[in-house]
């Protein structure tokens, strides 16, 4: 043996050394994870959700924002585009939406019966709608013309046969035929 090698117990005692290292290195990553785990479950489980909207199933269509009076798109004081629709076994109300392009839309949805959904052609306009509950999202559309609207939830048999149409006006057209307190919706081209 080179008198440069140490003998062998002391070059055990290096290796003991750095898998004691490396032993506790790990433990403290994995002990780091676990607590960011418990500390985030906890601060989620103590918090109330945020923008949760109920409402009664059983006036939705009696009083209140959703009566059929009042769906569709309007101009809101504040001069907010939105729409309002309802969602029921297998239909949307309206069957037809009419918003401006480039312009921000905020949707405000609910439904009757059982969980519907939709989403609007390609764009990110993508939500649930569920009994009791408002769904609510703004988005804007950067392209004019028509949109399918189909409902992605199954919600029974009529399931498939369940959609909407979106038509995407140029703004101007959009401003010229709105006006102020009335509920728009398509009509021909
Ligand atoms: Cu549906």
């Known amino acids: 043996m080179s008198a440069t090698m140490p003998p062998s117990h002391e070059s055990e005692a290096i290796a003991v050394a750095a898998e004691r290292r490396w032993t506790i290195v790990v433990g403290v990553i994995i002990a780091v994870l676990v607590l960011m785990m418990i500390v985030t479950g906890l601060h989620w489980a103590s918090m109330p959700p945020s923008r949760v909207e109920t409402i009664d199933v059983k006036t939705v269509h009696v009083r209140g924002?959703?009566?059929?009076?009042?769906?569709?798109?309007?101009?809101?004081?504040?001069d907010r585009?939105?729409?309002?629709?309802?969602?029921?076994?297998?239909?949307?109300e309206p069957q037809c939406i009419v918003v401006p392009a480039e312009t921000p839309v905020t949707f405000r949805a609910t439904a009757t019966d059982a969980i519907h959904g939709f989403i609007i052609g390609r764009t990110n306009a993508n939500t649930m709608v569920v009994p009791g509950f408002v769904a609510t999202f703004t988005t804007s559309f950067r392209r004019t013309g028509e949109?399918?609207?189909?409902c992605h939830e199954y919600c029974g048999?009529?399931?498939?046969?369940?959609?909407?149409?979106?038509?995407?006006?140029?703004?101007?057209?959009?401003?010229?035929?709105?006006?102020?307190?009335?509920?728009?919706?398509?009509?021909?081209?």
Not at 65 to 78: C, K, M, P, R
């Open 147 to 150: 949109q399918l609207m189909p």
């Open 81 to 92: 585009v939105v729409v309002r629709l309802v969602a029921q076994q297998y239909s949307f």
């Open 65 to 78: 924002e959703f009566v059929e009076s009042n769906l569709g798109t309007a101009i809101e004081a504040d």
């Open 157 to 189: 048999t009529g399931h498939e046969a369940m959609w909407a149409r979106v038509q995407v006006l140029p703004r101007d057209e959009f401003l010229a035929r709105a006006r102020p307190g009335e509920r728009l919706r398509c009509v021909a081209r």
